[in-house]
C-alpha cells in the first residue's frame, strides 16, 4: 500500500453515482441564514464495516441538513484494482440513494488511494467542509495507539471538525469526540 505524502498528489477515481437531484423548496421562515439555504459541505469517510454504516446513519439522521452536499471518501490500496473499485462503487451508490431518500441531499463520492487517515485529512483540506464524520471500533486508547486508528489520527490531524461516532449499546450511538482546537483553525 502507498502512502501518501504531503506534499504529493495522490490517486483517486471519481464515483458516477445515480442522478438524484433533490427539490429544495424556499425557505418558509423568515428567520432561516443564506447559509442554511446554501447548505454546507459534509464529508463521511466509508468503509464495508457496520461502524461506518453506523457513523453515516448517525449523520444522515443527526447531522444533515436539506440543502447539505455529502462527500463519502473511501480509502482503498488500489484504484487500478477493478474489483474493488465496483464493490466501491456499488456502496457508494447505495448510500447515495439512501441519504437522497431520508434527508434529500446530494451526495458526491471518491476512491482514494492510500493510508485511510492521510487521505481523508486531505480530502477534508481539499474540501473545507463543517464536519467530518467517521466512525470507530471502539477500542481502548491503548489499544488504538498500538494497532493504530484511523479515527484517532483523523482527529489530531484534520483541520476541519472531526466528528467520530462511537457505536453505541442502544441504536442512536454517541458521538466520541468533536476537536475543539479544529473548529478554531
Known amino acids: ?22 427539490i429544495v423548496p424556499e425557505p418558509g ?16 469517510a466509508v468503509d464495508h464495516g457496520p461502524n461506518s454504516k453506523h457513523a453515516f446513519d448517525w449523520a444522515v439522521i443527526h447531522l444533515v441538513r436539506l440543502a447539505d452536499t455529502i462527500h463519502l471518501v473511501h480509502a482503498v490500496s488500489s484504484v487500478r484494482n477493478e474489483i474493488v473499485y465496483e464493490i466501491s462503487q456499488g456502496l457508494m451508490e447505495k448510500l447515495a440513494v439512501e441519504a437522497f431518500e431520508v434527508a434529500m441531499v446530494r451526495t458526491t463520492a471518491r476512491i482514494i488511494e492510500g493510508d ?32 493504530g486508528s484511523v479515527s484517532e489520527y483523523c482527529f489530531h490531524n484534520c483541520k476541519s471538525a472531526p466528528v467520530i461516532i462511537v457505536p453505541g449499546k442502544g441504536s442512536s450511538g454517541m458521538v466520541l469526540a468533536v476537536s475543539q482546537d479544529s473548529c478554531s483553525r
Open 29 to 44: 421562515l423568515e428567520r432561516e441564514t443564506g447559509e442554511r439555504r446554501r447548505g454546507r459541505d459534509i464529508v463521511i
Open 116 to 147: 485511510a487517515g492521510k487521505v481523508i485529512c486531505k480530502e477534508a483540506e481539499r474540501l473545507k467542509p463543517a464536519a467530518v464524520v467517521m466512525g470507530t471500533r471502539g477500542r481502548s486508547l491503548i489499544q488504538s495507539v498500538l494497532q
Open 1 to 22: 500500500m502507498e502512502t501518501v505524502l504531503e506534499d504529493e498528489e495522490y490517486n483517486y477515481r471519481e464515483v458516477i453515482l445515480p442522478k438524484l437531484i433533490p
